[in-house]
């Protein structure tokens, strides 16, 4: 009883969201809770702080990576020959950099991922799952969360445990840089335009967002690549117009994986990445957050020479690294592909994809490695040791489906917000976080993807 009474308090307390006045959008045709976990997850505080720390050096990272032509150029080199998504990016990106920028000011918002890697001796490890540098979601929606699970603890009768969660608001962080990058565009008339899904499932994380911005009196749009090809135009000196509104900054939420792409959202692609606009990300900026690049950073000498003035970000950054292996072609690729089709077990095999459900573990793994390993297909992918956390249980409440107690793990994501003005970094900061949690039988895959849902740090 007292478990049903918290779920309907949860879920009241979901509805009274004022994100839901989106509702009225005719556009909006079924509407489900997002999914949450019943109860809030133990996480470790020294992993949890651990992963705060380190943040800004991967917002200086990222956008370190994004101004050096010469590493994306060498590190995808190999990737673009076989990966066709990549390599219109990357044409793009070109394209782009021989015009000259019209660009000058520079937003980013990451979220950089982790999981708590377990030893053998019973010690957990924060190992970074990957960066994801482009439309990175739920930052919206996860800042009710806590107040859900502190609702849930209350119910139980667990007021002091309540009163433990921590507060965590990143969208009005992420709207602190969207504002920033906004005002220093310098055109006060200047409208924020979502770049949105063609079927929007995640409207009302986005929305979190964009309320943010209207309190601060910006005006925000949502387009779709579509819109972008049939309205959008540049002027002279490449200002960014659609139906009659110029615009400030492009936040994309869409624009990661091949299937959005047709030749006319190509064209669109390229119309944004040429304007004045502020893209979050720039085109450089979303290569720099490829699977390729992360497996790149993690060789011996890679993060020193890319931010050579900075060696303890450098030592923050690499302790949490977990073992990432390149395919390409030659003996190292060779002897390490040996050793993951020998033990599938140990490693995830990675394409050059964003979204979840992409990865390929265990028996999978094997065979598809055993396909490629001797043409240059093999070069799309890089492996990475697998992390594995220890499980605790939970109930995973989900729209439609059965109520059960699983064993799960979690995932910590950490939001960077950063502005650049020029060569300047005038805003580099954690904007909040997202625990993801999931079945531990589900290998791969996020919330979007139907496999994780949205969780609270209890921190221990
Ligand atoms: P995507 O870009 O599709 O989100 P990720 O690298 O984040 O790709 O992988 C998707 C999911 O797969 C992660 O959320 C995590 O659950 C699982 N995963 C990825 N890498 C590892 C790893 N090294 N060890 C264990 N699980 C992993
Ligand atoms: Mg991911």
């Known amino acids: 009883a007292a478990f049903r009474q918290a779920e309907e308090a949860a879920l009241q307390t979901l509805l009274s969201c004022p994100a839901l006045s989106a509702l009225l959008h005719p556009c909006v045709q079924v509407v489900n809770y997002a999914p949450f976990t019943l109860l809030p997850s133990a996480v470790p505080r020294a992993l949890f702080e651990q992963a705060y720390a380190v943040q800004q050096d991967f917002n200086l990272l990222v956008d370190a990576i994004s101004q050096n032509k010469e590493f994306l150029e060498q590190t995808l080199a190999s990737t673009i020959k076989v990966d066709d998504f990549t390599a219109r ?9 021989e015009e000259g920028l019209a660009q000058t000011v520079f937003l980013g918002i990451n979220r950089s991922d982790y999981m708590f890697d377990c030893g053998v001796d019973g010690t957990t490890a924060l190992k970074q799952i990957e960066i994801n540098t482009i439309a990175a979601s739920f930052g919206g929606l996860t800042s009710r969360t806590a107040h859900v699970h502190g609702l849930v603890l209350k119910v139980l009768g667990k007021t002091k445990e309540a009163s433990h969660l921590l507060p965590n608001n990143p969208s009005e962080g992420l709207a602190s840089g969207i504002a920033k990058a906004w005002e220093l565009y310098g055109s006060p008339s200047a409208v924020v335009m979502f770049l949105v899904e063609e079927v929007q499932r995640n409207i ?65 692609r390229l119309l944004l990445e040429r304007a004045q606009a502020v893209k979050c990300p720039d085109i450089a900026t979303q290569l720099a957050g490829t699977k390729k690049v992360q497996q790149e950073l993690s060789r011996p000498g890679t993060l020193e020479k890319l931010l050579p003035n900075h060696p303890e970000a450098v030592a923050r950054m690499r302790a949490t690294f977990a073992g990432l292996y390149s395919l390409d072609e030659g003996e190292e690729g060779d002897k390490i592909a040996a050793t993951a089709i020998a033990d599938p077990d140990r490693f995830v095999l990675k394409p050059q994809r964003e979204g979840g459900g992409n990865n390929l573990y265990g028996e999978e793994l094997r065979q598809v490695l055993e396909k490629v390993k001797d043409s240059p297909e093999r070069t799309s992918y890089i492996l990475m040791d697998k992390i594995k956390p220890q499980p605790a249980l ?67």
């Open 394 to 460: 939970n109930y995973l409440l989900r729209a439609h489906s059965p109520l059960q107690v699983s064993e799960c793990i979690s995932e910590l994501g950490i939001f960077g917000v950063y502005v650049r003005q020029g060569r300047e970094l005038v805003l580099n900061e954690a904007a909040g976080h997202l625990l993801r949690t999931k079945a531990v039988e589900h290998a791969d895959g996020g919330v979007a993807a139907g496999v994780a849902v949205l969780d609270t740090p209890y921190l221990v």
């Open 89 to 97: 990016l990357f044409r793009i990106y070109m394209q782009v950099l």
């Open 204 to 268: 009302f994380d986005q929305r979190c967002v964009e309320n943010e911005l209207w309190k601060r009196n910006i005006r925000v749009i949502r387009r779709r690549f579509r819109d972008v090809f049939e309205k959008g135009s540049l002027d002279d000196s490449r200002r960014l117009y659609i139906d009659g509104q110029e615009v400030a900054v492009v936040y994309y939420r869409e624009g990661y994986v091949p299937q959005t792409y047709d030749q006319q959202n190509w064209e669109a």
